[in-house]
């Protein structure tokens, strides 16, 4: 609020001084003792103005007009300019956290820009491991944020039906004979079939060429095994998505592979790539025979491998990255065409789930989207360029600008828990890559069920040891920078204590336990004009002057999409009020009935605005720990 003022008014100063728009920063400092706000202003124009930064601070308070809302400004070496706000302002920020209550820091839009939002996306052969979470984390956690601030968000699950993936779990069902065994998870079983597949298509001639013709049945879509892998493909999408829910994520549409193909988008998108001089029929090289897109170097390949991409193999198949730009083109309606829709029979979510279907029926209601954002993982930011730079040489450059790909860090294992995993460890070696073809993966569902066991031993009797897992694990793949790796440790996960998703759930349950206790005792959490008398110690003053980041904190989650952004300031927010709710009694105090109302509705706010940050993380907020 107070942040995106300054700003506003800081860019009419850079006019008045002569110099062009520059970038920078409006922020909170570090310390406190450096203001509420504090901007580097004048640094960044120094070599515009070539004038000392102090001298240009100067210049801008000189041309800053009095804002009723500031307190007072300061200068500090080499030039920062900081800014201290009003008591008044703090007092009227609390009031407006009560009466608005969960709408608070949220906006409306008069016409909702329609972003389709693209996560998780697990071939559907096996159950989702920890990388895969913590792409179905930020998608999620960024669905909720993007809606909160006035968005249209429709969340689509690519379900890559078609891949060799498939083909191979198939294989170990078939041909095996591996079963699902009593109370299997379906998904888990068909990441056995594939893990046992694999080790025997190393040393089986006739197994590989069982799999080229089950991958075919795949590419045709047609076939005696086609209605058996159909089945198995939606056991085990049903299986994810009772994962998924488990962490409280859901889905708008799912988005079949199959579909792309048989609804011939591809054959489409490939007529119109072919009118295209970026992309062409390779004629001779170790691409000879392939349809590929030119100009743009793959940093995965080796120094002098060449700058084409495979888009249609020598013998005719479609690359994944063909198929995603087809599906792309379909995302912001520029096909022309729709797919058939059928509503997805689970009882995993809360609100409805469809996907597309050859047997399904006509609706409008998905796609055409105003922007586009897809979370996958950082190794595929190569692919992701091919497709933005496809829709780009179709002549799409609005839409390629509106294309953003979101590549987070992979997960992988420390030292003691790739032990654990029967991993063979290198001395100095700190992580360790996870392998499903191997099988050595950590599990969702396996994690989560190690977690809840370690709750009840240490703490017997605990409420709701699920939620509580689930939101340690969540927090743990939130809590990142998005583009960090993450080094998957146990001991971290099982870590529930500090900064942590079961510490915020805890300090939630605190906060509402004195809110329920006053109401017993028919004390009020209303604000008061006259809280302005008060003279507030240093933990009500400091949690009081926190709460006003709230709306400015996700308002840059969801302009960065970084929700570990959220996480830091409800850290934050959970350990002034604990530091306030230990050193100053909430329901009594010597200053006076006027002194416990104001603690009482300081309770009440920071209570809200957690309890608010929770929803958008998907983390569950619970009442008694």
């Known amino acids: 609020m107070y942040k995106n003022l300054l700003k506003a008014e800081l860019e009419k100063i850079i006019e008045k001084l002569g110099a062009e728009k520059v970038r920078f920063n409006v922020e909170k400092p570090a310390e406190e003792k450096y203001g509420d706000y504090a901007t580097n202003l004048a640094m960044v124009l120094t070599k515009t103005l070539k004038k000392p930064p102090l001298e240009i601070a100067k210049d801008v308070l000189g041309k800053l007009k009095s ?47 329609k972003i389709v939002l693209e996560h998780t996306a697990v071939n559907p052969n096996k159950a989702l491991h920890v990388g895969h979470l913590r792409s179905a984390c930020l998608g999620s956690a960024c669905e909720k944020i993007l809606e909160f601030l006035g968005s249209d968000v429709e969340v689509e699950y690519y379900v890559d039906d078609t891949g060799v993936q498939v083909a191979v779990s198939v294989l170990g069902a078939l041909e095996l004979d591996i079963e699902p065994s009593p109370r299997e998870k379906f998904d888990h079983f068909a990441g056995r079939a594939y893990v046992e597949a694999m080790s025997h298509l190393e040393k089986n001639k006739k197994l590989e060429k069982r799999r ?46 199959s579909d792309i193909l048989l609804n011939h988008f591809w054959t489409q998108a490939f007529e119109i790539l072919k009118q295209n001089p970026n992309f062409y029929l390779a004629e001779k090289g170790k691409n000879k025979g392939c349809w590929v897109m030119k100009g743009l170097a793959d940093p995965a390949t080796e120094a002098g491998a060449g700058n084409e991409k495979v888009i249609v193999k020598s013998n005719g198949v479609v690359t994944y990255t063909g198929k995603d730009i087809a599906y792309h083109l379909w995302k912001f309606n520029l096909l022309g065409a729709d797919f058939k829709y059928k509503k997805w029979p689970t009882k995993t979510q809360s609100k409805p789930l469809y996907s597309t279907s050859q047997q399904g029926k006509k609706s409008g209601q998905f796609g055409r989207a105003d922007s586009v954002v897809n979370f996958i993982d950082l ?69 989560l069920d190690l977690i809840v066991t370690k709750l009840k031993q240490k703490h017997r009797g605990v409420p709701q040891p699920e939620k509580i897992a689930a939101a340690a ?141 929770l929803d958008l993380l998907g983390i569950e907020k619970l009442e008694k720990m």
Request: glycine share 8%; aromatic share 10%.
């Open 67 to 113: 804002l009723d809302f500031i307190e007072r400004i300061e200068l500090e070496p080499p030039g920062f300019i900081n800014f201290y706000l009003k008591k008044d302002n703090f007092l009227a920020n609390l009031g407006k956290i009560l009466a608005e209550g969960e709408k608070y820091g949220s906006k409306t839009a008069d016409r909702k820009t």
């Open 212 to 257: 080229d013709q089950l991958i075919g049945v795949l590419d045709r879509q047609e076939g005696p095994e086609l209605k058996f892998i159909r089945e198995f493909v939606e056991n085990v999408i049903e299986a994810n998505l009772a994962t998924t829910q488990k962490f409280n994520i859901d889905y708008d549409v799912l988005i079949c592979e």
């Open 379 to 447: 190794r595929q930011a190569f692919p992701q360029q091919i497709v933005k730079k496809s829709l780009e040489a179709l002549g799409y450059a609005k839409e390629a600008g509106r294309l953003k790909h979101v590549g987070y860090g992979v997960v992988s294992l420390a030292p003691k828990t790739a032990r654990e995993l029967g991993m063979e460890l290198k001395e100095g070696k700190q992580q360790y890559a996870m392998s499903g073809r191997s099988g050595l993966v950590v599990l969702a569902d396996d994690l």
């Open 473 to 613: 694990i969540k927090y743990l793949l939130l809590s990142h920078n998005p583009l960090s790796d993450i080094v998957f440790s146990y001991d971290r996960a099982l870590d529930i204590y500090g900064n942590s998703g079961p510490y915020l759930q805890y300090t939630y349950a605190r906060g509402r336990s004195v809110l329920r206790k006053a109401a017993t005792l028919k004390k009020k959490a209303e604000f008061s004009k006259d809280f302005t008398e008060l003279n507030l110690s240093t933990e009500e003053s400091g949690l009081l002057q926190w709460l006003v980041y709230f709306s400015e904190t996700v308002q840059e989650a969801g302009k960065q999409l970084a929700p570990n952004l959220l996480c830091n300031y409800l850290y934050e927010l959970s350990s002034r009020f604990n530091t306030f709710y230990n050193k100053r009694p909430i329901l009594k105090s010597k200053k006076g009935p006027q002194s416990v109302q104001f603690r009482l509705a300081l309770t009440a706010a920071a209570i809200q605005l957690l309890g608010n940050g």
